[in-house]
């Protein structure tokens, strides 16, 4: 059964200290992996898409990269603003559409 | 990227009874997605509905406790039926949008059952 798992579940920051979270999986055959940013009470919003290892993305502060075990998504610099739960979700070869989330990891920044 | 509007926002409903969710996407979409996202755990599929075709729903989801419409390209609702607590949770529209690979989301419906 495919999986995704996230770490850590929750991680605080003091305005500009760098980090990263870890996002690794378990699909057979990964087709893309995808990095979303939640707010509370509204959906995912998306940032990014991966498709193969070695593959990296930057927007901003953000920088998601791919290994054929996990993702991370580095923070640079963060700002109170970038506070937010982050999901992972993999989706797999085939014909299939399905998402499979991680729980996410609840980012806080303080100032 | 598409833009979705999705109601209710909210609601509090008493358990027994049904709640009907919408969701409209600003340009036509071949499939649409529904998401359940329980409190601690992560965005489950429910099921995928495809214009002009009965929704497929993954495992542990059945369609009279889900049914789903899909009357056109654009829009999309879901029911939760007979429902208890346990149905309590936010459930989310999703869609990938024509030449995009960005699932986008609703703001989703956040449910309360009493």
């Known amino acids: 059964e495919d999986q995704v798992t996230q770490s850590p579940e929750a991680l605080r920051l003091q305005e500009g200290e760098s980090s990263s979270l870890n996002c690794s999986y378990t699909?057979?055959?990964?087709?893309?992996l995808f990095w979303y940013r939640q707010d509370p009470g509204k959906g995912p919003e998306f940032l990014f898409t991966l498709y193969s290892a070695g593959e990296e993305k930057e927007k901003e502060r953000l920088k998601a990269t791919l290994t054929k075990k996990e993702s991370f998504l580095h923070i640079t610099a963060p700002k109170p603003e970038d506070s937010a739960t982050y999901l992972c979700?993999?989706?797999?070869?085939?014909?299939?559409?399905?998402?499979?989330f991680g729980k996410g990891t609840k980012l806080t920044v303080n100032p | 990227s598409a833009v979705i509007s999705q109601k209710p926002s909210r609601d509090i409903c008493q358990r027994g009874t049904s709640l009907t969710i919408q969701c409209q996407v600003d340009s036509q979409v071949t499939m649409m997605f529904w998401y359940r996202q329980q409190p601690g755990q992560s965005l489950t599929l429910i099921a995928t509905?495809?214009?002009?075709?009965?929704?497929?729903?993954e495992s542990g989801f059945v369609i009279d406790k889900f049914p789903i419409s899909r009357p056109n390209l654009t829009f999309s609702t879901l029911t939760v039926s007979n429902m208890s607590p346990e149905d309590s949770s936010i459930y989310l529209c999703?869609?990938?949008?024509?030449?995009?690979?960005?699932?986008?989301f609703g703001s989703g419906t956040r449910l309360t059952v009493v």
């Open positions: 979700a993999a989706i797999r070869q085939g014909g299939s559409e399905k998402l499979v």
């Open positions: 699909v057979s055959g990964l087709r893309g």
């Open positions: 509905a495809n214009q002009g075709s009965e929704a497929t729903y």
């Open positions: 999703s869609v990938r949008p024509p030449g995009g690979y960005g699932y986008t």
